[in-house]
């Protein structure tokens, strides 16, 4: 009965596949997008703007473009029926790849095209670029920034990206841009305009993205805090800071014995904070007044951005987790920066994949 469904179901989906195919057209790679009509390619104008490999970004402007997403691995920027290779983002397997592998070449755009006037900004990158903390300032932030070296923003009549949260919101707001209107790209995922604007990624170019954030440009960190730091908002916290990261609906790196250690360190003078309860310009406060910060790896840690020179940061994670922007960060930052990795731990009955001994801290404090 199971393999009859799946027979059924991938029929199904084969001919919504064949029909959209019919009324959209068969879409093909964009060989050289610099000698297509409708596609305009520009340098970046601010020489200080440069990605890894000190290469310079460019910018990108489709005449009566589509957009494409699926929501989790694939954005396809289209020329009438044409993949625009460097602004459309794949990744295979956790793997970036260039847009020969876009779902779009042998899927089709399997949803009704709905069509925008006007000039549209792409922000949207598949699922890193929907809620997660660290993307939306690291990633999609720095790409206003690049576009904006080029074009007037305030000629910009919508932004396509997802539903924004209440942090988006803070730093869209805080950077001026908070009157543009929104195309959903959740419930708008095939959208066409009159002009489509898009840059390349600041930094995610190649293979893993965890081994590509170890080459986070030095500028889009300063960007960040240059930005932000004055929009901190005051309130009552402590200098010796614990995150507690247990408000996370992820696992990983979690600590298995979370309370032991918050009792640990609050009898060692820190205060615990569930970051994501604080807003956007608490956080920003909190990391800058600072002096040690203690946690599990994750997405509070995009925060030290706002870290003053030597902040003790001390960040554990499993040793199977092969994340390590936070220490780059650190250094672009000059923090005191200490990484403890540990080994993998099951506990079937509890949530998490850390077991710390509280009493290894005290080498630290």
Not at 46 to 51: F, P, S
Not at 157 to 166: A, C, F, H, I, M
Not at 200 to 218: D, N, S, T, V
Request: glycine letters at 4%; one cysteine or more.
């Amino acid at each position: 009965m199971n393999k009859i469904k799946k027979k059924l179901s991938f029929l199904y989906k084969s001919l919504i596949r064949l029909l959209f195919i019919f009324i959209y057209g068969k879409i093909i790679f964009c060989k050289n997008p610099e000698n297509e009509k409708d596609i305009s390619i520009e340098e970046v104008k601010d020489e200080n703007l440069k990605g890894p490999d000190n290469l310079k970004y460019l910018i990108y402007k489709v005449k009566n473009g589509r957009i494409f997403n699926d929501f989790v691995e694939n954005v396809a920027i289209i020329s009438g029926n044409k993949i625009i290779d460097k602004v459309s983002y794949q990744q295979v397997k956790g793997e970036f790849k260039d847009a020969n592998h876009n779902s779009v070449l042998y899927k089709g755009s399997p949803y009704l095209k709905k069509k925008f006037k006007g000039r549209v900004l792409s922000l949207t990158q598949g699922a890193s670029g929907h809620r997660n903390y660290f993307h939306w300032l690291y990633d999609i932030l720095p790409k206003i920034n690049i576009c904006s070296k080029n074009y007037n923003l305030k000629e910009i009549d919508y932004l396509y990206l997802s539903k924004l949260e209440k942090y988006q919101k803070s730093t869209l707001e805080i950077l001026g841009y908070d009157n543009f209107k929104i195309i959903e790209a959740n419930k708008n995922r095939h959208i066409q305009a009159d002009e489509i604007i898009c840059s390349e990624h600041p930094w995610y170019k190649r293979g893993f993205i965890l081994e590509e954030a170890k080459r986070l440009p030095e500028w889009i960190v300063n960007w960040i805090y240059d930005s932000f730091i004055n929009y901190g908002k005051q309130f009552n916290c402590n200098e010796r800071i614990f995150i507690d990261r247990s408000e996370s609906t992820f696992s990983h790196c979690q600590f298995i014995n979370n309370k032991e250690i918050i009792n640990f360190l609050e009898n060692e003078g820190f205060t615990s904070y569930k970051v994501g309860q604080l807003t956007f310009q608490e956080q920003i406060y909190l990391f800058n007044n600072a002096k040690i910060i203690i946690g599990a790896h994750g997405a509070a840690f995009a925060n030290l951005v706002f870290c003053k020179k030597n902040t003790k940061i001390i960040e554990i994670k499993p040793k199977n987790h092969p994340n390590y922007v936070d220490q780059h960060i650190s250094k672009i930052k000059e923090l005191n920066f200490n990484l403890i990795e540990t080994n993998h731990f099951e506990d079937k009955e509890k949530k998490g994949d850390i077991f710390f001994n509280p009493m290894d801290f005290k080498e630290f404090l």
